[in-house]
């Protein structure tokens, strides 16, 4: 490999292997991708200006994995200015794309007011080297020389080099250099091994206090860890399967899936699966459903509680199972009641002639049903069927 990307035309781009990820080897690290983009930026900027704007501020978001393929950059000027331009720019492949904004200020003379309390790192040759083997997989971490002095799991300091450039036979500036690199930081001293938690990226943002100078990039990295967190429930026809075995997580599980088993690692199940059940201790339609959405346009992703999402094959739904088991009992629609409380039950709704949403129900659930029942804590179903039944 000789490096990351090769140009096709003026937007278009190939990735190589070396960009192999880490967390799915046929998908790129995000890494070189947003040093791709400072680049393209960079490019527009001195074909639209010759003066000496400079990046100060990049903010990315990773809004989709991206297949090592040919990716597609689109650059444009959000904010125009004389001193100050905000630019975005967007590096996608079928859809699926990291957005890069950046703002370019014009340099200063701060040198007499300049100083940090930040503490200064060991020279590269005062520290060991490091490699990646054994703790992750991909080819892009391996193009990339590490010294490490590790504390502790997830806090140490470190220099990082690129072997490989990002383009072939194409100058690029220190700034979209070191971009290639930067997004590896928490890999270098995970928290926590990677093979019992994942932690992708979401979004990346650089201040630069000015323009990187030579070939190594230091780093002084902490990772931290907050207590909201997700666990994964793979679930089969007859059974269901987790990995994580702490007594809060089990608790919630077990309110819904009475035939669980704990497995040491969730790919060895050999039960065909037919729905993955993510449950996040905080908001689950503002953090994980969020995160599902580059998945959403092969699978089906649906926020089916406060604190959980489904993913589902499309067009499986309780709606198609409700029809089905009308069919098998000869029962008509007007026939069927059916109660419900959030998202995943709204095809069932729609198939129940008598359609109750609970009092404690999502408002789009509420809109869509045409009764409402009492709080399910209040034993809204078997009063509602109390009254249908006259019992």
């Known amino acids: 490999m000789s490096a990351y990307f090769e140009r096709l035309d003026h937007a278009a781009f190939r990735a190589t292997s070396a ?20 680049h393209a930026i960079e490019q527009d900027r001195d074909a639209r200006r010759v003066d ?39 590096l ?18 701060t040198a007499s007011i300049a100083g940090s309390h930040f503490p200064s790192i060991p020279a590269p040759d005062r520290l060991e080297p490091w490699d990646a083997e054994g703790l992750w997989p991909g080819e892009f971490v391996r193009t990339v020389d590490a010294r490490r002095a590790e504390a502790a799991p997830g806090r140490a300091r470190f220099w990082l080099r690129p072997r ?6 194409e100058p690029v500036s220190s700034t979209a250099g070191a971009l290639s690199i930067l997004d590896i ?81 969730l790919r060895s199940v050999s039960h065909e699966p037919i729905k993955l059940a993510v449950f996040d201790f905080g908001d689950a339609a503002t953090s994980i459903a969020p995160a599902l959405s580059s998945i959403a346009e092969t699978d089906q992703v649906v926020v089916s509680g406060p604190h959980w999402v489904d993913v589902m094959a499309r ?10 088991l009308q069919e098998e009992l000869g029962v008509t629609r007007e026939q069927t009641a059916a109660f419900g409380d ?16 609970m009092e404690n129900a999502h408002p789009d659930i509420t809109l869509a049903a045409r009764f409402q029942a009492p709080h399910h804590e209040a034993g809204g179903v078997i009063t509602v069927l109390s009254e249908i039944l006259s019992l």
């Open 185 to 265: 930081a928490n890999g270098i001293t995970p928290l926590h091994p990677p093979t019992s938690v994942g932690f992708p990226n979401l979004d990346t943002t650089v201040h630069l206090f000015t323009e990187p100078r030579g070939e190594w990039l230091g780093f002084d990295t902490t990772v931290t860890f907050g207590p909201g967190d997700i666990g994964v429930v793979v679930c089969g026809k007859r059974r269901a399967f987790v990995e994580r075995s702490d007594g809060a997580f089990l608790e919630e599980v077990r309110k819904y899936y009475v035939a669980l088993d704990v497995v040491a690692d």
């Open 19 to 38: 960009v192999q990820g880490a967390w799915n080897t046929a998908e790129q690290h995000v890494a070189p991708a947003l040093g791709l983009v400072t």
């Open 52 to 90: 000496d704007l400079r990046v100060a501020r990049l903010s990315f978001d990773i809004l989709g994995t991206l297949p090592i393929d040919v990716v597609e950059i689109e650059v444009r000027v959000v904010r125009a200015g004389r001193t100050i331009e905000l630019v975005e720019g967007t």
């Open 342 to 357: 959030y998202l995943n039950d709204l095809e069932m709704l729609e198939a129940a002639g008598l359609s109750f949403a």
């Open 315 to 324: 067009g499986a739904n309780k709606g198609v199972a409700l029809s089905a």
């Open 164 to 169: 490989v450039p990002l383009l072939e036979n």
């Open 92 to 109: 996608s492949h079928d859809g699926r794309a990291a957005v890069l904004r950046a703002w370019l200020l014009a340099p200063s003379d």
